[in-house]
T-cell receptor, first 113, second 113 residues
Framework: DQQVKQNSPSLSVQEGRISILNCDYT??????FLWYKKYPAEGPTFLIS?????DKNEDGRFTVFLNKSAKHLSLHIVPSQPGDSAVYFC????????????FGEGTQLTVNP | EPEVTQTPSHQVTQMGQEVILRCVPI?????FYWYRQILGQKVEFLVS????????KSEIFDDQFSVERPDGSNFTLKIRSTKLEDSAMYFC???????????FGQGTRLTVV
């Protein structure tokens, strides 16, 4: 099942700089996209979401961009902080499928002090 | 802040035994889910539950699996006869409405020996 793909297994950035995490999808029926953050031995924590009717959503240091024509979304974290170090998952759902989430593989973000 | 709670945090069971994983979703949420993550793999959808019945299930959710909401607060996942390949982290999640952000519990690590 490759409907949601995160091609970078890891990303390392310096504290204070921008982190950009990318996600691609193939299912054109997806209409709601989410980013989750996960620490070891914990469940995914919701960060931010975007509906397919928008191309940008912002919440504090987190901004999600959606490019529907490219079937691509990205999460920008500015400025990055060491506490942001975690695995980040993108997920998608179809409105008709009762909110079932399809997850990407995850990207391990490391923010170095 | 309201949260999804799961018990136990870790369960070890013999192959062929039945296990019940328990979850208390957020109290005013209407949709409930089980996901699992096998070590090194993606988070996978198992089943969604709404209005006291299964609304969707994946191909993983075969006859060995069942879900129940026995009272107004608990949501359980039962595996009737566990197999080695059922070893995984199992996450419960809930949403207030369809196609809104899902909140996840901290997970139950199931180890089948």
């Amino acid at each position: 099942d490759q409907q949601v793909k995160q091609n970078s297994p890891s990303l390392s950035v310096q504290e204070g700089r921008i982190s950009i995490l990318n996600c691609d999808y193939t299912n054109s029926m997806f209409d709601y996209f989410l980013w989750y953050k996960k620490y070891p031995a914990e469940g995914p924590t919701f960060l931010i979401s975007i509906s397919s009717i928008k191309d940008k959503n912002e919440d504090g240091r987190f901004t999600v961009f959606l490019n529907k024509s490219a079937k691509h979304l990205s999460l920008h974290i500015v400025p990055s902080q060491p506490g942001d170090s975690a695995v980040y998952f993108c997920a998608a759902s179809e409105g008709t499928s009762g909110s079932r989430l399809t997850f990407g593989e995850g990207t391990q973000l490391t923010v170095n002090p | 802040e309201p949260e999804v709670t799961q018990t136990p945090s870790h369960q070890v069971t013999q192959m062929g035994q039945e296990v019940i994983l328990r979850c208390v979703p957020i109290s005013n949420h209407l949709y409930f889910y089980w996901y699992r993550q096998i070590l090194g793999q993606k988070v996978e959808f198992l089943v969604s539950f709404y209005n006291n019945e299964i609304s969707e299930k994946s191909e993983i959710f075969d006859d060995q699996f069942s879900v129940e909401r026995p009272d107004g607060s608990n949501f359980t996942l039962k595996i009737r006869s566990t197999k080695l390949e059922d070893s995984a982290m199992y996450f419960c999640a809930s949403t207030r409405f369809m196609n809104t952000e899902a909140f996840f519990g901290q997970g139950t690590r199931l180890t089948v020996v």
